[in-house]
Nanobody, 125 residues
């Protein structure tokens, strides 16, 4: 398994931007599909974005399409989430996750094998 560490969260005004990073340890990072999830207080963890092992395919939940972009740099063992035009409803703890299944799209938490500790994103009015 890979170990994951997120960074880049913080407090931002509505309409602002943040870029989250997730650094992975291990030589097999490039063989994992990666995803971002988020969890708001009192709510279940929800899928945000997915990227295939090669970076050639991405998928987003409807509420972030056109605003968020997931990308990865396999040479740096890092996956990113660029978040633009942030809204108060984007406020949550954001987690990155790794799946050993590198090709078939996965969007549920149970399908992911490794998780980071999370980074807080707070969007104010």
């Amino acid at each position: 398994q890979v170990q994951l560490v997120e960074s880049g969260g913080g407090l931002v005004q509505a309409g602002g931007s943040l870029r989250l990073s997730c650094a992975a340890s291990g030589r097999t990072f490039s063989s994992y599909a990666m995803a971002w999830f988020r969890q708001a207080p009192g709510k279940e963890r929800e899928f945000v974005a997915y990227i295939k092992w090669s970076g050639s395919y991405t998928y987003y939940t409807d509420s972030v399409k056109g605003r968020f972009t997931i990308s990865r740099d396999n040479a740096k063992n890092t996956v990113y989430l660029q978040m633009n035009n942030l809204k108060p409803e984007d406020t949550a703890v954001y987690f990155c996750a790794a799946s050993k299944e590198p090709i078939i799209l996965k969007t549920t938490p149970a399908d992911f094998d490794s998780w980071g500790q999370g980074t807080q994103v707070t969007v104010s009015l």
